[in-house]
């Protein structure tokens, strides 16, 4: 008698079964559930053209090659050398294990191991990244707090008085912001956060923006035109 039948009989069933199942999973995607997935990604990843955070965007992410949007310069090495193009194969990889597919990227993401809401959220961004979609991007805040939640930057040239820097100063561990409206905030000098955006929705020049951050509102960030703006417009005064 061949016992080995009966098991290869089992391995098969297994095996369909799992195809089943993951066919299943992509067949039943649902966006709605994926936008929300998608509010992971969102802190580092914009829906907007050519409108890059701390990883590129993702608008016309599909039939991409990795490492090639002209507008993000912080491509690690790996993922510019990597002979991918995106596919709903390759972004289920992807987004399964990053560093499973493209060892030695920079990517600081372990992966989501659920097939169903991989199949969520690539049925959500499959429609979001399309050129014209306008679909709302997940996870997002309103107002400035949308500059931490993944929505498209605020553009800061056009501030409200109480976004707008007038004055800071330091003295010991604190930084004290004065704003355009006259009120004064105290912050630790780990709290506050000093960045640049020379892009076309950056703060003009000498004209820096304050941005709320954390959820109690103890942190900001300030936002200037350029670095050489920082030295100079931070006066040491107790």
Same mark, same amino acid.
Request: proline content about 5%.
């Given at each position: 008698m061949?016992?080995?039948? /009966?098991?290869? %009989?089992i391995?098969?069933?297994?095996?369909?079964?799992f &195809?089943? +199942?993951? *066919?299943v999973?992509? =067949?039943?995607?649902?966006?709605a559930?994926?936008?929300?997935?998608?509010?992971?990604?969102?802190?580092?990843?914009?829906l907007?053209?050519?409108q890059?955070?701390?990883? /590129?965007?993702? %608008?016309?992410?599909?039939?991409r090659?990795?490492?090639? &949007?002209? +507008?993000? *310069?912080?491509?690690? =090495?790996?993922?510019?050398?990597?002979?991918?193009?995106?596919?709903?194969?390759?972004l289920?990889?992807?987004?399964?294990?990053?560093?499973?597919?493209?060892?030695?990227?920079?990517?600081t993401?372990?992966?989501?191991?659920?097939?169903r809401?991989?199949?969520?959220?690539?049925?959500f961004?499959?429609?979001?990244?399309?050129?014209?979609?306008?679909?709302?991007?997940?996870?997002?805040?309103?107002?400035?707090?949308g500059m931490?939640g993944?929505?498209r930057?605020?553009?800061?040239?056009?501030?409200?008085?109480?976004?707008?820097?007038?004055?800071?100063?330091?003295?010991?561990?604190?930084?004290?912001?004065?704003t355009?409206?006259?009120?004064?905030?105290?912050?630790?000098?780990?709290?506050?956060?000093?960045?640049?955006?020379?892009?076309?929705?950056?703060p003009?020049?000498?004209?820096?923006?304050?941005?709320?951050a954390?959820?109690?509102g103890d942190?900001?960030?300030?936002?200037?035109?350029?670095?050489?703006?920082?030295?100079?417009?931070?006066?040491?005064?107790?």
């Open positions: 061949d016992t080995r039948k /009966p098991v290869y %009989a391995a098969v069933t297994v095996f369909l079964q &195809l089943f +199942s993951a *066919s999973a992509f =067949s039943e995607a649902n966006s559930r994926g936008q929300r997935v998608f509010g992971a990604c969102a802190a580092c990843h914009s907007q053209p050519d890059s955070m701390t990883g /590129p965007s993702l %608008a016309g992410l599909w039939n090659k990795a490492g090639s &949007l002209t +507008s993000f *310069s912080r491509y690690s =090495s790996a993922l510019q050398s990597a002979n991918i193009v995106w596919d709903d194969k390759t289920d990889e992807w987004i399964n294990d990053p560093q499973h597919l493209v060892p030695g990227n920079e990517m993401f372990a992966g989501i191991k659920d097939a809401e991989r199949a969520d959220l690539l049925g961004l499959k429609d979001a990244t399309q050129p014209g979609a306008s679909v709302a991007q997940g996870g997002q805040m309103g107002g400035m707090g931490m993944g929505g930057v605020p553009n800061l040239k056009h501030l409200d008085p109480e976004n707008r820097v007038q004055a800071i100063t330091y003295c010991k561990d604190t930084y004290t912001i004065t355009a409206n006259g009120k004064t905030r105290k912050f630790w000098e780990r709290n506050l956060r000093l960045k640049t955006d020379a892009s076309g929705d950056g003009e020049k000498n004209a820096p923006a304050l941005v709320r954390g959820m109690v942190r900001a960030d300030v936002i200037f035109a350029d670095p050489s703006e920082i030295v100079s417009f931070i006066v040491n005064k107790c």
